[in-house]
Nanobody, 132 residues
Framework: QAQLVESGGGLVQAGDSLRLACVDSGGSFSRYDMAWFRQAPGKEREFVAATANVRIGSGTKYADSVKGRFTVSRDNAKNTMYLEMNTLKPEETAVYYC???????????????????????WGQGTQVTVSS
């Protein structure tokens, strides 16, 4: 099973960039569909970005709010998923979580990759704070 650990969070100013990493020590990283979610104080956890496993060409998917600013990527040789975040906004202050699971055939990934209920494996989260 996936064992996920996030890193890279911190305190930055509005407009700055930050790169998060999620390492899977479970040994089957390349087979997992992966995703980033975030939860701001007092709010529900929300989808940020997802990357599919090699079976469907490691496709990507983004929340509308981050398109053009965030980039999700994965390095299967290093068992690591990344989230490059540019032009950060104060309202993006949140705990960022990575998640993993195998969603199945490509059409199912396309439909459910942004749904947190699709993922059974979660990291502990990393705090990102964006000051204004």
């Amino acid at each position: 099973q996936a064992q996920l650990v996030e890193s890279g969070g911190g305190l930055v100013q509005a407009g700055d960039s930050l790169r998060l990493a999620c390492v899977d020590s479970g040994g089957s990283f390349s087979r997992y569909d992966m995703a980033w979610f975030r939860q701001a104080p007092g709010k529900e956890r929300e989808f940020v970005a997802a990357t599919a496993n090699v079976r469907i060409g490691s496709g990507t998917k983004y929340a509308d709010s981050v398109k053009g600013r965030f980039t999700v990527s994965r390095d299967n040789a290093k068992n690591t998923m990344y989230l490059e975040m540019n032009t950060l906004k104060p309202e993006e202050t949140a705990v960022y979580y990575c998640a993993a699971d195998r969603l199945g055939y490509p059409a199912r990934w396309g439909r459910y990759a942004g749904d947190q209920r699709s993922y059974h494996y979660w990291g502990q989260g990393t705090q990102v704070t964006v000051s204004s």
